[in-house]
């Protein structure tokens, strides 16, 4: 597959959560053309599953689309951090649990035709509370899930955000291999 040339690429935004650049490229077919992109950080998607083996989810307003979703938890990797770390701030911040134990489960690019986010797939377990409090996470509800209502949840659209979905498929996937 042939890769597309950078002839020029500029600034348009920068913001607190991402910035915003046109890069001029040679398409494959030979023709100069602009691709929007958008540049964010690295971040850290976590299926926690307690004790009785159900999965801890959260359900928090999108401004974006205007509604409520239902997500796994789910943040960016703070300057300095490495993705486990992110994974304990993230879980205390979002569900007030700690993990014992973390697997890396994988990764994936988010939305690769436009964005260069990158989200590092954990599972946690051994949950224990502990409560860190952020700024943007007053109004996240946490919701248990058992795995087998997960794939209904999915098709029914009351779990549709692309992270999600790709985290709990995939972490189903994995928890069938290990039978």
Same mark, same amino acid.
């Given at each position: 597959m042939p890769e597309e040339k950078t002839l020029r690429s500029r600034s348009i935004f920068k913001g607190r959560a991402f910035n915003v650049r046109i890069d001029t490229v040679i398409d494959a077919g030979g023709q100069e053309?602009?691709?929007e992109i958008v540049e964010h950080s690295e971040?850290? $998607?976590v299926v926690p599953v307690d004790s009785n083996g159900d999965i801890l989810?959260?359900?928090q307003y999108r401004k974006a689309i205007e509604k409520?979703?239902?997500e796994i938890p789910a943040g960016g990797i703070d300057p300095g951090e490495d993705p486990e770390t992110a994974v304990k701030r993230e879980l205390q911040e979002e569900i007030g649990k700690l993990p014992g134990r973390m697997a890396s489960l994988g990764g994936y690019y988010s939305s690769p035709g436009f964005?260069?986010?990158y989200l590092y797939l954990y599972l946690a377990e051994d949950l224990k509370d502990s409560q860190l409090y952020a700024d943007d996470t007053p109004g996240i509800?946490?919701?248990? $899930?058992?795995?087998?209502q997960i794939r209904r949840m999915i098709r029914s659209g009351e779990i549709c955000d692309s992270k999600s979905v790709a985290g709990l498929l995939y972490y189903l996937d994995w928890k069938k291999r290990q039978r």
């Open positions: 053309t602009t691709r971040c850290v $998607a989810l959260v359900r409520e979703l239902l964005c260069t986010e509800q946490t919701v248990r $899930a058992k795995p087998n």
